[in-house]
């Protein structure tokens, strides 16, 4: 018999959330049927969609959340004991799971050779097909374009930057800090602006003279307002997220309009299920330029179950830098 | 000696133009040199595009726009005596044009048939491929969908709306009065709001209750804000125009990038000339569905080459219906 710790969604957010916003509690879990499995958690994303997704669940409900897991008991030959899953199972410690029931499927994972399983929460999961078809499926990034990244120090945005130098553009990140400035031009990134502490339209002028042609969008609000103004003719915008105004009011910005015509600028948002059919490309290509040794991660990684919500508001503070991981 | 009377932008537009921005001036032509060939216009196009382009010309200039004329004497058998063509000449009356000189290069009208040479201007011109390209390019519209146009009642959105229905799909229009609104009905369009006197966001309600799939925008602003509100996922928006900033200040929206990610909304604003290598092929289609009785166009007609700033205010003021045109 296997009791399983869960994180429960105790109270709407509103504004950013505090502890009070979740409870933890158990359950006994039953018995293993046909075609299921029992897995243990082993590392657990905190991620900044979860912030406005758990809106659209009533309170009560465990919070949502991919997983790596380890399979310790099992009645479905695809998920063999003692193998490495990817689960959507939420804030658990333990899950039984009926892998043909839902929309975001299990997976085994791939061989990741030395590098370690928590990536599959991180560059080798979920944020680095995020980077990876986000990026280069709306951006079209051409070699010796210019590429700006907002958020640029997080799980998704540091990839951004990097696959862009890959792919032999110029690249400019926008983060939060002067330690987040110093590390993503360690990792590849020509230019960084904290913008708490510059004016981005100047630094814009002077770190992209031609203009911009690619946007990667974390944040939106004003700092996207103020990159959109620098685009060049036919530029291209991924709309990933919207971290500024996940815990406040969405900003009013001037009407984007005008822009869009006479520069003729494209923008897609997207979400990153519509990949995947094509999940596994996303893994082994991530996987292969790590071990090309052109890309490089970062992880920000918190012990304990327990630190579940502290980790996921640390998160949303901006506190981390790389991935945000919790490590049970 | 051929005098020409031309139109000069004589002061900088700021707000809603007046009288005062223009002054008529006469020019004497000179002897035509190889290749040359003077053009006598007969119909002028004012369009939307004049108001926020002509900033970007000096105090001086002759105002720009595209005309049909006959060719009233040439040193160039591409452009023989009598024939009618199309040029971006400005606000003339007479031009000695040189084609090989320009990006936006005259052409020699292909058979109307039966319409009148002013839809060289309007719907066998610039805004008929506007439309066509325009929409069916970056909306890729899709049998059973519903679809939004602005500025539904213009030389553009009109044919907008009625490619859509020749798409099979839902078609609901916004403009500006009842009048506007009863016609573009005639035409089929399924519905049609009053922007001035409705609520958009009940009537979209009403009138889209499964959502919207496109968006054609010419306006911008808060209509398109609660456009965009009432889109579905991978919704498509072309943005063609933004007539509600062309002569105030840009409104202040609510940041948009959050419905993008959400609904996966695709946003493309676009400049007709891109399509300049398709350009004939537009001219060729429109003018079949005219004749097979699909496409009904409707043209606002002011005499008199001294009224063509009337006519340009007229226009940015909604008093047109249909494309408005000069004549001579």
């Not at 689960?87 to 029931?101: A, E, I, M, Y």
């Not at 291209?236 to 900003?251: D, K, L, P, Q, T």
Request: net charge neutral.
């Amino acid at each position: 018999m296997v009791i399983a710790k869960k994180w429960i969604y105790a109270k709407a957010f509103s504004g950013y959330p505090t502890a009070d916003n979740f409870r933890l509690e158990e359950e006994t879990l039953g018995e293993l049927k046909e075609d299921e499995f029992l897995a243990e958690a082993i590392f657990l994303s905190v991620d900044p969609y979860m912030r406005p997704y758990m809106l659209q669940y009533p309170v009560g409900s465990v919070m949502i959340g991919g997983q790596v897991a380890k399979v310790m008991e099992s009645k479905n030959p695809k998920f063999p004991t003692g193998s490495y899953v990817h689960g959507n199972f939420g804030w658990r410690t333990h899950t039984v799971c009926t892998p043909s029931v839902g929309d975001r499927k299990p997976y085994v994972l791939p061989d990741f050779g030395k590098e370690p399983l928590s990536l599959g929460v991180g560059v080798l999961g979920m944020p680095g097909n995020t980077a990876y078809f986000g990026f280069l499926e709306l951006c079209e990034p051409k070699e010796g374009e210019t590429v700006v990244v907002s958020g640029a120090a997080g799980a998704v945005g540091s990839l951004v930057g990097q696959i862009a130098k890959i792919k032999g553009c110029t690249v400019i990140g926008i983060t939060g800090t002067d330690e987040k400035c110093e590390w993503i031009k360690t990792i590849g990134f020509d230019h960084a602006i904290n913008y708490k502490t510059a004016d981005i339209r100047e630094e814009l002028k002077k770190m992209a003279p031609k203009g911009v042609d690619c946007y990667f969008d974390n944040v939106g609000g004003i700092t996207t307002e103020i990159v959109r103004g620098r685009m060049n003719t036919f530029g291209r915008i991924s709309v990933c997220g919207i971290i500024s105004s996940y815990n406040e009011e969405r900003a009013k910005v001037i009407d984007p309009q005008r822009d869009f015509v006479g520069k003729q600028l494209k923008q897609e948002g997207f979400v990153v299920s519509r990949w995947t059919a094509r999940w596994m490309e996303g893994i082994e290509q991530n996987l292969k330029w790590i071990q090309e040794g052109k890309m490089k991660y970062r992880e920000t990684i918190t012990e304990g179950f327990e630190n579940m919500p502290k980790a996921f508001i640390g998160m949303l503070k901006g506190e981390n830098i790389g991935k945000a991981v919790v490590k049970v």
